[in-house]
């Protein structure tokens, strides 16, 4: 393999490693909101932005177009840490098994 190649292979390698390393802890910020982790001083010096980006928005917008099946107008989205989902389904799965007696 030529050394041009390689390179480039590695620089892909690099940059693909630093985007698991971020959805990782944008995964770890989800699934463990009330947890305080402190900050790495990386992440302290680098600018934060809140909010939603433009591709999540779109991503969005698609989903409630296919469920509605027309264009939505989106006026607010806001993220709501509840447990009632996984409770529910909880409930779901202990229901359907069969109690032997």
Known sequence: MSKHKTDDI???????QAQIAE?????DHYEHPL???????????APQHEGI????????SAAIGAFLGVRAHIRQIRLVSST???????????ASHRLQG
């Open 35 to 45: 947890e305080q982790v402190a900050p790495e001083p990386a992440a302290v010096a």
């Open 84 to 94: 009632a989902w996984a409770q529910q389904g909880r409930v779901s799965i202990q």
């Open 53 to 60: 980006t433009e591709q999540e928005l779109i991503a969005i």
């Open 23 to 27: 959805l990782t802890k944008r995964v």
């Open 10 to 16: 590695a620089a892909t390698l690099a940059a693909l």
